[in-house]
């Protein structure tokens, strides 16, 4: 047939098409497509894996090693040979407050491992401003101008930034209102449009000291994820997920789907969500759980990378609806995933040069373990031990309590088999923030309100005291008195409200941090340019040096609480 001719057949085609009614463009409209996400969050810098504790189907108490780079590239790699198009995001606190192996070197090789683990996105978490918005832009962004000289572009000569992409749609300037980053971001998979909108927690001002909380200011979380909608719906997203830095808890599992025992900040912000919103992925709190809140799915996958989060989203883009999603926590278990050669260089890379220094040995421990874990009084053993130490580094200076909260506690100390003495490392592992030791004065009334501000909107936070102090309370009395009358001692003599005390805490809490908003009123305030770690550590050695190891295995009994029912005498 010569070119004429075709073409004279091509135009009848065409032709008899259009008389026909028929489109030369017109295609079957798109069936619905799946899209798969694994979700991370409070991630912390955990290069290694660290023990998970948690209870089977059976209800048997389980333990055992889990997450780290290695198990994570490991799942990852497995997933995306099912799904190359599978997405990994983050839900905030992927950095700061984190173990030496990654503290030492300002987080830039946990950050190297996101990178190489082809993260897209994360909401921004309190931790990551752990020192101020300067100090995360250039890990952001990239360089070596950084408040941690010794420890930034020590682990490279050059910091590149990263490639994933922070999103805070309620993180601004306090000035000019401007966001320090993107409120969102767009992914195109499958020919449908997910849109990730981020929000750090509400009250970051009571979670940052004043200094990294410097020239910023938050917005309400719902209402700034919901301000995104319209601007997202004119662009045609199909589906819309809130990745918010906040989080609650629940008695359920953390693999029971579909719970409705969700509790904590995280359920006032599932409830004001626009309801075009319907997937919520959570963080804060380092609890595992996939629940409901009316219609809208929110999640959280513990912390650590013990546990990741599998959302499969169905939707369909010919009318822009999110069908149905689904929601796993998975166990991020070494033994089932063999990482990747990448990651597996690169952790050995972090370990080989941070060995010589974390794996000093420093003391001997009374007991093989000290618990993180806090009683039902609220009262830890490592809390005692911290406290001890403080107030053991800072009485001669005048101080006769020490007190200590329990998020700068970040681990317990184990020794593992064979070990006889306790490793920087591990020690560093338990207070990595670098805070420094402030004594001041609070009256006996002022000590009282400290205790009675443990009981907040979001729950108890039980400050941990040294020897020197301690207290009854009682559940059943209301928020604001719940301290016992008359407990409340200091070397064993009850406090009276018109009496000084000179009390240790660190740098963070000594400015209100918490919302311990009764220590920003304190008088007479001494910096002692004392470190905490440095503290706990000369405190270990000392006592190993004097032949009484410190250290228990349970809580020494300083606070108490009382049960329901308990006669008045027995106070």
Known sequence: MSRSSIRSSTLLFAVLALGSGCSLTSQPPPQPVEINLLAVNDFHGHIQPTTFTYRNASGEQRSLKAGGIAAISGLLAQMRAKDPELLFVGGGDLIGGSPPLSAMWADEPSLQALDLLDMRLSTVGNHELDQGRDELLRQVRGGCHSPRPDKACRFESVHRGIGFTYIAANLVDRQTGARLFP??????????????????????????????????????????????????????????????????????????????QLSGPIVDVARRLDPRIKVMLSGHTHQGYLCRVGDVLVTQAGSYGRLVTHLTLSIDPARHRLLDVKARNLLVDPRRYPPTAEVAALQRAVEQRSQKLLGRPLARLAVRQVPQAANSAGESPMGNLIADAQLAATAHLGARVALTNPGGIRAGL????????????????????????TILTLSGAQLRELLEQQWQEDGFRPLQPSSSLSYSWDPGRPVGRRVVAGSLKVDGRPVQDTARYRVTVNSFMAEGGDKLSVLARATERLDTGLNDLEALIDYLQARDRAGSPAGHSLAAGRIRRLESGQPEEAR
């Open 183 to 260: 409120a969102y971001r767009i992914e195109r998979v499958r020919g449908a449009k997910v849109a990730f909108v981020g929000a750090v927690v509400e009250d970051l001002d009571t979670l940052l000291s004043p200094r990294s909380m410097q020239g910023l200011r938050t917005l309400d979380e719902a209402e700034a994820i919901n301000a995104q909608v319209p601007a997202l719906l004119a662009q045609g997203v199909d589906a819309i997920v809130a990745v918010v830095h906040q989080g609650g808890a629940t008695p359920d599992s953390h693999d029971q789907p579909d719970c409705r």
């Open 414 to 437: 184990a020794l593992e088999p064979g070990q006889l003495e306790v490793s920087y490392g591990q020690v560093a592992s338990v207070q990595p923030f670098n805070n420094s030791l």
